[in-house]
């Protein structure tokens, strides 16, 4: 039951985060909410390099859904424990840039911990 649970969890973090990056792929202004104050969405070589994140953001959710269909739990959790230093990293560079708590916290922090709790659901089953 708890792997049931675990890898419908990990499916949409893995969707969630495909969704999120063609958002920012397709429209760099996204990036504003990622948290960190002033982002220059506007300019052009900065767009780039949010092009550039979106596509590893995207491949990332691509991993875990590769993952989810033919790997193992075990295997799957511990992606997904590693995967984890992802959002845990975005929540310090936007604290780190004096973003909002709530993109420290209920974004990027919260994303860790949600992540965190299916590689231990995962590891344990």
């Known amino acids: 039951m708890l792997v049931n649970v ?34 220059p969405t506007e300019d052009r070589t900065f767009q780039a390099w949010l092009s550039v994140k ?12 590769i993952l989810l269909a033919g790997a193992t739990p075990h295997l ?5 424990l590693a995967a984890a230093a992802i959002p845990a990293g975005d929540a310090l560079i936007v604290w780190r840039s004096n973003g909002p708590r709530t993109a420290v916290y209920g974004i990027h922090g919260a ?5 965190l709790a299916i590689s231990v659901l995962l590891l344990v089953a």
């Not at 979106?54 to 859904?65: C, T």
């Not at 799957?76 to 997904?80: A, C, D, R, S, V």
Request: aromatic share 8%; net charge positive.
């Open 6 to 39: 675990a890898n419908v969890l990990a499916g949409l973090v893995g969707l969630s985060i495909i969704v999120i990056s063609a958002r920012a792929f397709r429209a760099p202004q996204a990036a504003v909410g990622f948290g960190i104050p002033g982002t």
């Open 54 to 65: 979106a596509v590893r953001d995207m491949a990332s959710g691509l991993f875990i859904l």
């Open 76 to 80: 799957l959790g511990w992606f997904m």
């Open 111 to 115: 994303t860790a911990l949600v992540m």
